[in-house]
């Protein structure tokens, strides 16, 4: 899988985990320069606290594009160490 955003590969991996509809990539496969932390929280009621990076990219911004769990609850342990993206962030196969 691979999460492309502004022409630029943001992750790739052939080992996401998919919650929701939304595959979560290993933080080790997400491209690091790409991230800026966020000081957006939101309340999953059953996965916990999530927190956001805006994603910067060749002079553009897509604010709180990505998003994970630092913490997240026993019953949503799979996605513990993983990000995933929305906000016009492809998400795809190819």
């Excluded at 955003?5 to 491209?31: C, K, M």
């Excluded at 993983?82 to 492809?90: D, H, I, L, M, S």
């Amino acid at each position: 899988m691979k999460a492309i955003w502004n022409s630029q590969v943001i992750a790739e991996s052939d080992d996401t985990v998919v919650v929701e509809g939304n595959h979560y990539f290993p933080l080790g496969s997400v491209r690091s320069e790409y991230l800026q932390a966020s000081q957006t929280h939101t309340v999953c009621p059953w996965k916990g606290t999530a927190s956001y990076y805006t994603l910067r990219v060749d002079g553009q911004e897509n604010p709180d594009a990505a998003w994970f769990y630092p913490e997240p609850s026993e019953a949503a342990r799979q996605i513990a160490g993983r990000v995933a993206f929305w906000r016009g962030v492809q998400v795809t196969a190819d």
